[in-house]
């Protein structure tokens, strides 16, 4: 039975993005030992989409390409509240899908930000 899903982010800067993470997003972690932090995130859901080379491999093993996009349910809201704890985000975006935005991460990285204007899976 599969209890859950473990999503990884590949960081140039593992401090400063855990950081981020735990202060600024002020997400729950667990330390799993040395500081290694694993975050509780918000409810998940995923979708598949067309592979455009973006995938990787670890152990030998061919894993597809992955993005994280956190969601919400007021953009603008969020990006305000964001830029008061100095953080910023792209330029937003209408897609047909919903409002999109990036925040940057402290590492160069960046996260993607949606509020979703297609139904969830979040309640079946």
Same mark, same amino acid.
């Given at each position: &039975?599969? /209890?859950?899903?473990?999503?990884? #982010? ?26 290694? #932090? ?29 993005? #994280? +996009?956190? &969601? ?17 985000? /792209? ?9 999109? /935005? /990036?925040?940057? #991460? ?7 930000? +949606? ?10």
């Amino acid at each position: &039975m599969i /209890t859950g899903a473990h999503v990884l #982010l590949f960081s140039r800067d593992v401090e400063a993005d855990r950081a981020f993470f735990r202060d600024v997003l002020q997400f729950p972690s667990v330390d799993a030992g040395g500081g290694w #932090l694993i975050f509780k995130l918000p409810p998940a859901e995923g979708a598949i989409h067309p592979d455009e080379g973006g995938g990787g491999v670890s152990a030998g093993h061919h894993l597809p390409g992955a993005q #994280l +996009y956190l &969601m919400c349910d007021d953009l603008q809201s969020l990006i305000k509240s964001l830029q008061s704890k100095n953080v910023s985000c /792209t330029t937003v975006a209408q897609e047909r899908w919903g409002l999109r /935005t /990036t925040i940057k #991460l402290l590492s160069g990285g960046e996260l993607g930000l +949606y509020q979703p204007a297609h139904p969830t899976a979040f309640n079946l």
